[in-house]
């Protein structure tokens, strides 16, 4: 049996662990952040990519001023003058969660046929011009840096799929190999057992266009499971492209348009 003193002293250890517990239910959401990804205008230094912005942050910005924020619940563009809260709130449907899911897969976004034809793959981002529908696949008519999740499922992937094609994949340091579609087929993995991948190499990538693209391949140690700080690891090694696909879906996806200004 507890005397009184034990019960009092139980009681306020109790309280103290409730307290406690809703502290740290409170703290851990106001962890919750947004991630500058584009910035422009006056205000551009004090609002850099990369820079996080914890939950409920009350962004002002001057004329000209054009911040785009990317967070779980999407993008949002904030444009000048005015002072912008970032909620954060997530309001998205089970077909607009597959969709994100399927271009952050690091395991694609459907089954492959052994030609590297993609069966099933989820509708494109509208866009001005046909995007990759995976954020890991090397489209090939981009060049820059290119950031690696997984290095054995690296597949390079093209928008026209109506006739054969080919593309000339050369190492700096002198090694080539060829990478032949069949007319339906949309993916190709790299061919490993020519160039092995490895961070830091560059390739140039000459296709049906004659045009020769340099790539820079970056292999990330570990592949952030939240959309800003992916956002954040893509800025951080200059994997401009894929950054620019990640913030062109989340801004098809996103459901709550731009936040009010609080004038």
Known sequence: ??????????????????????????????????????????????????????????????????VTVLDKAGTRVLSGPGTFTLDGTVKRDQTQTTQIASLLSTGGPATRSRTGAVRGAPAKVASASPRSPSLWFIDTSYAGKFCVAEPARLMFWRAKVDKDAELKLTSMSGPSATIAWKAGSGNRLWPMAELPVASGSTYTVTGADGVARKLDLVVLPSVPTEVDELAGTLIENGCENQLGLLVETMAAVEQNGSPSGDR
């Open 1 to 66: 049996m507890f005397s009184v003193e034990r019960k009092s002293v139980l009681h306020r250890a109790l309280a103290l662990g409730a307290v406690l517990t809703l502290g740290i239910t409170v703290g851990g959401a106001a962890m919750a952040q947004s991630m500058v990804v584009r910035s422009a205008g006056p205000s551009a230094a004090q609002y850099p990519a990369g820079k996080k912005l914890p939950a409920n942050t009350k962004v002002v910005l001057k004329a000209s001023d054009k």
